[in-house]
């Protein structure tokens, strides 16, 4: 029986290692109908790698529809008006859970066919803000 824990620990860990190791983000289409060329819809994905020093930045929601939390997702929508629900968070200086800061925004913006764009937030003095940006020019497109 230990081995068969073992395979099963093992193959699970190989899974696992299969995913993350590839680096490559998830793309999830997030509308209706047969899956558009890349010139003809929107991608949108959280700045996880921004300067806002956030801990974690999440997009839980497009246009009210729940969407599922990936390692580095990317989302394709069509172009036009969206909203996005997003869910930030920001360690204090200690790493202590009394010291951390969580935020949820709301921000909308009107997205272009082709294009690629960041969602960008911080956490100051207790307040989230969050913003869209074109990922290209950096440009803020949110309102």
Request: aromatic share 4%; charged share 20%; net charge neutral.
């Given at each position: 029986?230990?081995?068969?824990?073992?395979?099963?620990?093992?193959?699970?860990?190989?899974l696992?290692?299969?995913?993350?190791?590839?680096g490559?983000?998830?793309?999830?289409?997030?509308?209706?109908?047969?899956?558009?060329?890349?010139?003809?819809?929107?991608?949108?994905?959280?700045?996880?790698?921004?300067?806002?020093?956030?801990?974690?930045?999440?997009?839980?929601r497009?246009?009210?529809?729940?969407?599922?939390?990936?390692?580095?997702?990317q989302?394709?929508?069509?172009p036009?008006?969206?909203?996005?629900?997003?869910?930030?968070?920001?360690?204090?200086p200690?790493?202590?859970?009394?010291?951390?800061?969580?935020?949820?925004?709301?921000?909308?913006?009107?997205?272009?066919?082709?294009?690629?764009?960041?969602?960008?937030?911080?956490?100051?003095?207790?307040?989230?803000?969050v913003?869209?940006?074109?990922?290209?020019s950096?440009?803020?497109?949110?309102?």
């Amino acid at each position: 029986m230990r081995t068969t824990v073992a395979t099963a620990a093992g193959a699970g860990m190989a899974l696992l290692l299969s995913i993350t190791a590839g680096g490559c983000a998830s793309t999830v289409k997030v509308y209706a109908g047969p899956e558009l060329p890349q010139s003809r819809v929107s991608t949108l994905m959280p700045d996880k790698a921004s300067g806002s020093h956030l801990s974690e930045i999440n997009i839980r929601r497009i246009n009210g529809k729940q969407v599922d939390d990936l390692i580095n997702p990317q989302y394709q929508v069509l172009p036009g008006q969206h909203t996005v629900n997003v869910e930030m968070r920001k360690e204090g200086p200690s790493r202590s859970v009394y010291a951390t800061s969580r935020a949820i925004n709301n921000v909308s913006f009107t997205a272009l066919p082709g294009h690629n764009y960041r969602i960008v937030g911080d956490i100051q003095d207790g307040i989230g803000m969050v913003w869209v940006e074109d990922a290209a020019s950096g440009d803020r497109v949110s309102e």
